[in-house]
C-alpha cells in the first residue's frame, strides 16, 4: 500500500497536478522530466501548441503522494533552454514551433514567480499573467453519475463526429486546421484503459450515429493511480446549447467511471459551468493562477 501523506503539498493540488501531466504525457510522443515541471514534446503533431509546451510546476509531480513535495526554482536562463528545445524540435519539421511556457504561480512566492516571468519577459516572450481557475472535485462515494440511453462511448467509427463536434464547440473551426485536433482524439480514443470519451447525441442513440451534440474526456491513470481521474474536457455545439447536454453525457461518463476510482478532478473558469458542476455533486477545493508565456 502507497501511503499518500507524505507529500507536503495539497492534496487537491498535488493530485490534480500529476493529473494533468499524466494525461498530456499520455497522448504527447515524450516527456521530459525536471525537478520543477515537465517538457511535453509532440513533433509529430506540431500544429498541436499544447502538446509542445513545457509546463513550470515549481516541484516534481511524477508520483505526488511519494515524495517530499518542496517546491524549487527552474534554472535563471530557463528562457532560454525553452527556446534550445524548440529550436531542437523544430530542426525536424517542416515549420517552426512557437515556444509555449505555462508557469504555475499557485503555490511559490511572488517574487520567486515575478523573476522567471521577467526573465521570459526579457527574452522576447508575451506574458499573460493571473489566469485563474478553481479547482473541483467530486467524491464519488457520495455521487455517482446517471446512465443516459443518448450517450454511448466513442470508438474510431464516431471520430469524425467527434473531431467536427469538438471543432464546433471551441472555435477551431474557424481557423481552418483541425488535423492536429484528429490526431489528439484519435490518441485519446485509441487507448481506452486511460481515456474514457464519451458522446451524446440529443435526438438519439441509433446506430450507426450520424451526430454528436456533446461530448466528455475522462483521463484514469489506471496503473498509477486506480483511484482518481481527470475531466479534461467537456463540450457542446454551439446550436445545442443550454439544453443540458454538457451535464448529461458528464454525468453519463461519471456513472461508467471504473469502480476503484474515489475522487474525479476537473478545472473551471466560468461560473455557468461552475453551477453546473455543482449540481453533478462537484465541489470547490481550491484555486490556481497560471501564466503563459509565447514566443
Request: net charge negative; charged share 25%.
Amino acid at each position: 500500500m502507497v501511503h499518500r501523506h507524505r507529500s507536503t503539498l495539497p492534496r487537491w493540488y498535488a493530485e490534480c497536478k500529476f493529473l494533468q501531466s499524466e494525461a498530456q504525457s499520455t497522448i504527447s510522443d515524450s516527456t521530459e522530466i525536471y525537478i520543477f515541471g515537465h517538457m511535453f514534446k509532440t513533433p509529430t503533431n506540431s500544429s498541436y501548441r499544447d502538446g509542445n509546451h513545457l509546463k513550470i510546476n515549481f516541484c516534481h509531480l511524477e508520483f505526488p503522494w511519494d515524495c517530499s513535495g518542496a517546491l524549487s526554482d527552474p534554472p535563471y536562463n530557463i528562457a532560454q533552454i525553452v527556446k534550445q528545445i524548440y529550436a531542437a524540435i523544430s530542426s525536424d519539421q517542416d515549420g517552426v514551433i512557437a515556444p509555449r511556457c505555462l508557469i504555475d504561480c499557485t503555490l511559490k512566492d511572488k517574487k520567486s514567480v515575478d523573476e522567471v516571468i521577467e526573465g521570459f519577459r526579457q527574452s522576447g516572450f508575451k506574458c499573460e499573467e493571473n489566469i485563474v481557475d478553481q479547482v473541483m472535485c467530486l467524491e464519488t462515494s457520495e455521487v455517482r453519475g446517471q446512465v443516459d440511453g443518448n450517450a454511448w462511448r466513442v470508438g474510431a467509427d464516431s471520430l469524425g463526429l467527434l473531431v467536427e463536434c469538438n471543432a464546433r464547440s471551441f472555435g477551431y473551426d474557424e481557423s481552418g486546421d483541425t488535423h492536429w485536433l484528429k490526431d489528439k482524439l484519435e490518441r485519446q480514443v485509441r487507448q481506452p484503459k486511460h481515456f474514457a470519451v464519451y458522446a451524446l447525441c440529443e435526438d438519439n442513440n441509433s446506430e450507426p450515429h450520424n451526430a454528436i451534440d456533446a461530448f466528455a474526456v475522462v483521463f484514469t491513470p489506471y496503473e498509477k493511480a486506480c483511484d482518481l481521474a481527470y475531466v479534461q474536457v467537456i463540450g457542446t455545439r454551439p446550436d445545442k446549447r443550454r439544453r443540458g447536454l454538457a451535464s448529461r453525457v458528464l454525468s453519463h461518463a461519471m456513472a461508467n467511471l471504473p469502480p476503484s476510482v474515489a475522487r474525479v478532478y476537473l478545472e473551471a473558469f466560468d461560473q455557468g459551468a461552475v453551477a453546473m458542476y455543482e449540481k453533478l455533486g462537484f465541489h470547490t477545493v481550491g484555486t490556481t493562477t497560471t501564466a503563459v508565456c509565447t514566443l
